[in-house]
């Protein structure tokens, strides 16, 4: 009997294990297929800069204004005509024509009545009792120039010590002390310089003020920008990033001289060295 049940046995569990072995190796390739489709591990994602990296730096900074104007003569001449007949002059020249030494006028009885003096025929006036012609000089000449209140303020200081960037001196000859309906005054300069002519004009000519903001620490102005809402016109915001670009903190400071494309900065926690994303100003227009 027991001979009869061990073969019974032993094909049963020659049935199972038949049974069994597909299952396992189809439990076995699912396995390795889902371990081979596993989705891969997702990188760290950090917000980039938006443009390029400016650095801080300390250097010692010139304060400079920017002025722009026309040179102009308020330098005068006059020539006397004596006792004349007015009604015997006939004129060739008129007020704002440019003359030079011996260049013909006109006539006075036949005869030629030559200039004097070089420069522009400013008024003819035969008629006075003392008959002239009065001419504005080519030299020496004045920049005029229509200054903002915050140039005005700088060029109201005692100690001021003009020059241009390359040390020609310059000398503030006359500051309005009536303002315009929007805040300028007008001011005349004289350039120790023969560059400048009569009739020329400059845009955003650079002066220095003798002023001079030692190892200051700056950064590029294009890196810093104000946030309308908060209502502080002293408060601005630069966005730290480290060397690859990626953005480490939001940071308050406060602006003050700027010269040329760098600004003077100051703030807890400010230092040489740190990067900020100067494209984040263009982006959201501070």
């Known amino acids: 009997m027991h001979k009869s049940i061990i073969p019974k046995v032993l094909f049963a569990l020659l049935v199972v294990a038949l049974l069994l072995l597909p299952l396992g190796l189809i439990s076995r390739i699912s396995q390795r297929e889902m371990e081979a489709y596993a989705a891969p591990e997702l990188p760290e994602l950090r917000e980039m800069a938006y443009g390029d990296i400016v650095e801080t730096s300390r250097m010692d900074v ?30 060739e020249v008129s007020g704002g024509d440019e003359v030079h030494q011996g260049d013909k006028l006109g006539t006075y009885k036949g005869r ?12 003819i006036n035969p008629y006075a009792s003392s008959p ?14 229509t200054v903002d209140e915050s140039t005005a303020s700088v060029l109201r200081r005692s100690t001021l ?9 310059v000398e503030l000859l006359f500051l309005s002390r009536i303002q315009n309906v929007d805040g300028t005054a007008v001011a005349r300069f004289h350039i120790d310089s023969d560059r400048y002519h009569l009739g020329a004009s400059v845009s ?3 002066l220095r003020t003798g002023r001079v903001f030692s190892q200051a620490l700056v950064v590029d102005a294009g890196a810093i920008y104000q946030r ?6 002293d408060v601005w ?7 690859s670009g990626a953005f480490i903190q939001e940071v308050s400071l406060r602006a003050s001289y700027r010269s040329g494309s760098l600004i003077c900065i100051s703030g807890d ?6 990067l900020f994303d100067k494209g984040y100003k263009t982006l959201i227009g501070g």
């Open 62 to 91: 010139a304060e400079t204004i920017a002025v722009s104007g026309t040179f102009v003569s308020r330098t005068y001449a006059y020539q006397e005509l004596g006792s004349v007949d007015s009604a015997s002059f006939r004129w």
């Open 112 to 123: 030629d009545v030559t200039a004097e003096f070089d420069g522009i025929i400013d008024e």
């Open 132 to 145: 002239y012609i009065r001419y504005k000089l080519f030299t020496p000449v004045e920049l005029e120039c």
């Open 161 to 169: 010590e003009l020059t241009l960037e390359d040390g020609t001196p």
């Open 204 to 206: 955003n000519l650079s």
């Open 228 to 233: 309308d809402a908060d209502g502080e016109d």
């Open 237 to 243: 915001y630069a966005r730290q990033v480290d060397a």
């Open 269 to 274: 926690g400010l230092e040489e060295g740190m």
